[in-house]
């Protein structure tokens, strides 16, 4: 069994940052790809970034350029950092581990104009 507890999310302007941290139990977690999804209210759930073992990257479009992922497997815990925020960023945003597909209990993101 795999816990992941998020943390970082609030209410920033628009153009702020913010840094979401997402820590994992178990053993595996550096053999697992690792992603951050959000969920908006009345859409559904969409992925924002991903992050291979490998420390491979992919990212929404919508994303690209301003959000960067990471991990440190020391720490078992992986990052996102979230610069220029948009209103349209505002979403609960879930940490997910691939392998087994574990989800955290999200973490709310508000960005004001």
């Known amino acids: 069994q795999v816990q992941l507890v998020e943390s970082g999310g609030g209410l920033v302007q628009a153009g702020g940052s913010l840094r979401l941290s997402c820590a994992a139990s178990?053993?595996?977690?550096?053999?697992?790809?690792m992603g951050w999804f959000r969920q908006a209210p009345g859409k559904q759930r969409e992925l924002v970034a991903q992050?291979?073992?490998?420390?491979?990257?992919i990212y929404a479009d919508s994303v690209k350029g301003r959000f960067t992922i990471s991990r440190d497997n020391a720490k078992n815990t992986v990052y996102l950092q979230m610069n220029s925020l948009k209103p349209e960023d505002t979403a609960v945003y879930y940490c997910?581990?691939?392998?087994?597909?574990?989800w955290g209990q999200g973490t709310q993101v508000t960005v004001s104009s």
């Open positions: 997910h581990h691939q392998m087994g597909n574990y």
């Open positions: 992050i291979t073992s490998f420390a491979n990257t």
């Open positions: 178990g053993s595996i977690f550096s053999r697992t790809t």
